[in-house]
């Protein structure tokens, strides 16, 4: 793992994972709608769903996810550019990952363990304790190892994917300081 929290090297670019600041709405807004049409599969929402969506709605999104004190979005940065995020919300005394995703042209660089392990460790840094949630779609397999490797195990949940016929989501669960995360470096994220 890499000797500073926030930033990475790989080949010769640094990456720093940072929590997203209120006014990045508009970047935000790029890299998810860029997520959506990319993976489409990846995602519980649609790229329809949420091009839709106005301004304001960006904005007070991006308010919540860089201001609030139990649910937040981290954002990847190379050379200025957004390249990966990561979001947790809560509820019901359980904190929900979502929105993990790295650029095409960035992955295999590490880039997705280090947001899923900043946002485990801001997770553990909560006064408020609780699980963590996330959904997966089984075919993402670098992903599914990505989880596993962090200490996410399977719960038997599967559900239908809503807005993709034939494909699956499976629930996964982290209880934190199990003491099951650790760092992989063969993942592709």
Not at 22 to 35: D, K, N, P, T
Not at 49 to 71: F, P
Not at 109 to 132: E, F
Not at 156 to 175: A, C, D, F, N, W
Request: proline share 4%; charged share 25%; hydrophobic share 40%.
């Amino acid at each position: 793992m890499p000797a500073h929290p926030d930033s990475h090297e790989s080949s010769n670019q640094k990456i720093n994972v940072r929590r997203l600041n209120e006014g990045e709405w508009s970047r935000f807004m790029a890299i998810r709608l860029r997520a959506l049409e990319a993976d489409p599969n990846a995602f519980g929402s649609t790229l329809a769903k949420e091009s839709a969506y106005d301004d304001e709605l960006w904005i007070e999104r991006a308010k919540k996810y860089a201001t609030s004190v139990n649910d937040g979005v981290w954002v990847a940065v190379s050379a200025d550019m957004f390249v990966g995020t990561a979001g947790i919300f809560f509820d019901d005394q359980i904190f929900h990952m979502w929105g993990v995703w790295v650029e095409p042209s960035f992955r295999g660089k590490h880039i997705g363990s280090k947001l899923v392990d900043t946002a485990i460790s801001w997770v553990k840094s909560r006064k408020v304790q609780g699980d963590i949630l996330l959904d997966v779609n089984p075919v993402q397999t670098t992903a599914v190892e990505l989880y596993r490797s962090r200490g996410f195990a399977l719960t038997g949940v599967v559900e239908k994917l809503s807005h993709s016929p034939g494909q699956k989501i499976t629930e996964m669960r982290l209880i934190p300081g199990d003491g099951k995360q650790k760092c992989s470096h063969g993942d592709s994220l």
